[in-house]
Nanobody, 115 residues
Framework: QVQLVESGGGLVQAGGSLRLSCAAS????????MGWYRQAPGKQRELVAS???????NYADSVKGRFSISRANAKNTVDLQMISLKPEDTAVYYC?????????WGQGTQVTVSS
């Protein structure tokens, strides 16, 4: 199993920045995908950004140009740098790890963007 611990959420004004971090531990396969999802109240959980172990990235259209995902394979960490935050970015952000058919989720961290 893989355990994920997130940090870095909080309250920020519109236009501000936040950086989320996630550390993975446990039985980590070298070939995997790590990413960030978010879930706003009353909405489904959605992909924000993902990055493969080889460095390929994928972003939701709504965050392209504002969010940047990165990872450090040696440390089993993944970060999400968020700039130009908007009130609609407000959600609980979840770190995700997947390899093959296995997926693990973090406990979530709240991001609130005030207008």
């Amino acid at each position: 199993q893989v355990q994920l611990v997130e940090s870095g959420g909080g309250l920020v004004q519109a236009g501000g920045s936040l950086r989320l971090s996630c550390a993975a531990s446990g039985s980590i396969f070298s070939i995997n995908v790590m990413g960030w999802y978010r879930q706003a109240p009353g909405k489904q959980r959605e992909l924000v950004a993902s990055i493969t172990s080889s460095g390929s990235t994928n972003y939701a259209d709504s965050v392209k140009g504002r969010f940047s995902i990165s990872r450090a394979n040696a440390k089993n960490t993944v970060d999400l740098q968020m700039i130009s935050l908007k009130p609609e970015d407000t959600a609980v952000y979840y770190c995700s790890y997947s390899s093959g058919t296995y997926r693990s989720w973090g406990q979530g961290t709240q991001v609130t963007v005030s207008s």
